[in-house]
Each structure stands twice: as structure tokens, then as C-alpha cells.
């Protein structure tokens, strides 16, 4: 990248016009692409894996109905059979690509098979079904995605360096300085984070915060508050970033809950909600309740907070064992955990511990709002 700069720099006196894209005729019509945009198709593959393709559009979209529907061969993702194997991309939402800058796009894409039914790894169509169901509550959701940078290691091995640990393999001293820590040999990675940060406003997805985790190489962004569905989107929308991000830099990212055994904290996907009545006069008593049938129902919200969680939640490490469910105010060694503010100003909303770094998020807010929409009735 250095040596080369950024060619799409090259594009930037373009004059491009804006609308909805006309296919392959739209273009075949066309002297010259200088009036075009490029769009990135991200979506998620049978392992909630974001991958993407890229397609130069006829006109640049003023919102995601401009955008025309994609496919892509399944058969190489394990997303459909080889001999039927177009998956349909539909878009579903519009961002700005903080990689190629200019009038280019991504979108979020969301993948049917040739029937229209949602393919292999598609879980953002129930998350939507139940969103809708539910959209008189307002939920709004704010995750904490926390995330590890690795070593590189042979192509297609996964890496159990962790980004932070000595070049002589051998461990830095304990966790303690690390979280929230600045100065070289303390701070490790902040380029990535920073980055990414940048590059998920510049994109429009709605990153809060960041701040440097427990464990050496160890980071945290906050997406949120979301509505509804859009808390899926823009969280795989940033982690698609980070795959991004993490690539030019020279580094790889983990997501895995514990990526890392020993003495040093995994990762997890804090996931905060609210319903509207949360957040209103009275929302304590609200809040209340809705950790009681969280209670009820906690293996059913575990078995779709993400794969190794076990391996995480074992009560150290400011988790709470998998095999238990508390909630409390202020507490981080409970499942729930509702923030002091929330339990000072009596209105607010709850902060479930639980879901991993590598969690669906389609499958944690739909489950979530599932679990609430019956008890608030
Ligand atoms: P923590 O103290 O657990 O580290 P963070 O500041 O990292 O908390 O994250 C808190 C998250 O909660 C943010 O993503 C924020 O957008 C989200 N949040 C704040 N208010 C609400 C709310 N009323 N409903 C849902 N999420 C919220
Ligand atoms: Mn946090
Ligand atoms: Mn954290
Ligand atoms: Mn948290």
C-alpha cells in the first residue's frame, strides 16, 4: 500500500452521477466509467464469517433500494449445493467504503437461495420478523465488541499468538496494566483500533467508543445504540472493517472467546438494551422483571451467545459461570448487570454480560427481544 498510494485517489474529479443503477445495460450503454461508483457487497457466510465481492455501479445509490440485487457461488462458502449454487445478495444497508473513500459504497447484503428463502447463515431475516413483532417497544442495543490482535501464522491456521505476547514466546507479566493503559509495551495495537474507529464513522456505522482491554493486544469497541435490527448490521458491518483493517496493517484479529487459555481474560460482546418503557419513569421496575424471565430462560439465550463461551464464562475474569444467572447493580461477576446509573436515576437500561466476542448478533437481539416482549406484555 505505502509504495503504491491510494489509487482510488485517482478517481477523486470523476463527475459521477447519482440514482438508482442500471445493470449490465446501464453500463453496456456507456463510452467511458468515469460517471460510476464502486460497491462492496459484504455478507455473512455459513460460519457468520463476513465475506464481500465488488461491482462498479452505473450510478452512485442514494439509498440501499438503488442497489440491485446480487449473487455470488455458494457452493464456495458452503452456503449452497455446487449444482444450484447462485445465492442471492439483497441490500439492506448503505454505507460509505473508508477504503476506497470518494463516492464509493458498501453494503450490507443479506443472502437467499434461488427459492427466496433465506440461505445458510442467514439469521438476519428472523431477527427481522421478531423486530417488527416487537417494534412498539423501541429496543435500542449497544455492544461491546471486544477482540483480539494475533499473530499471523501459516496461511489458513488459525493464530494462538496473541498480538501483545513476546517475540521469544514467552508471556508478559500479568494483566493489570494493559486495560484502559498508554506507552509502548503497555498500549499494543492502537493503530488497529484507531483506525477502525475512524474508518467505522467515516462508513456511517454508529461506533460509541473504544478503549484497550485487560489482556496485552486486546481492545473493545462500543456499537450503539442501535435500533432493532440495525444492531446486527452495523456490528458486522465493523467487523468487517477490522478483517479490513487488520489485513493492511499485518495482523490478524480473533474473535474467539477465549483465544487465549491461561491466566488472561477472554472476550466477550457486552450486549446493552432497552425498551422504551426502560427508559421512561418507572423502567427500573421494568428492567426488573425483564432479568426474572431472562432467569427463566438463560440455557435458551446461551446456546445462541456464540460457539467456546464455555470456555469464557467460568466466573473468573469478571464473568459469571455458564452454569449460573445473577443480576445485579454495578456488578461485573454477574450474567446482568444493571449500570449504577441506571439504578440512581431508577430508568435506564440492563447490560447483559453474557453473549461472546464471536456472538450473532442477529441471534443475541432477536433472542433477546423475544425473551422480553412476552414478560412486558
Ligand atoms: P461498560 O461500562 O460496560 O464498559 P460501555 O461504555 O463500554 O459500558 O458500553 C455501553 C454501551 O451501552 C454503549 O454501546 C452505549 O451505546 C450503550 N447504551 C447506552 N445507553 C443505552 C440504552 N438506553 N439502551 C441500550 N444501549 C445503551
Ligand atoms: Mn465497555
Ligand atoms: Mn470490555
Ligand atoms: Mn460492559
Redesign the pocket.
Known sequence: MATVGNSWDLLKDFKVTTGKDEGGMGLGKKDSYETCVVAEYVWLDAFGVPRSKTKTLSKKPYDVDCLPVWNFDGSSTEQSPGENSDVYLVPRALFRDPFRGGDNVMVLAECFTWEMEPAIGNTRAACATIMESYKAHDP?????QEYTLMKPTKVGEVSKEPYGFNADGSEPAPQGPYYTGAGTGVSIGREVADTHYAKCLYAGVKV??I?AEVMPGQW?Y????CRGLEMGDHLTMSRYIMYRVTEDLGMQVSFHPKPRTGDWNGAGC?T???IKS??EDGGLAVIEKVCEAFGKVAADHIKEYGEGNDLRLTGLHETCSIKEFKYGVANRGCSI?I?RETAAAKK??M?DRRPAANCDPYLVTARMMQTTGPAVM
Open positions: 435500542w442495543f449497544g455492544i461491546e460509541a467508543g478503549n473493545e462500543q456499537v450503539g445504540p457486552h446493552n438494551f432497552s426502560m427508559r448487570r449500570p435506564g437500561y447490560e
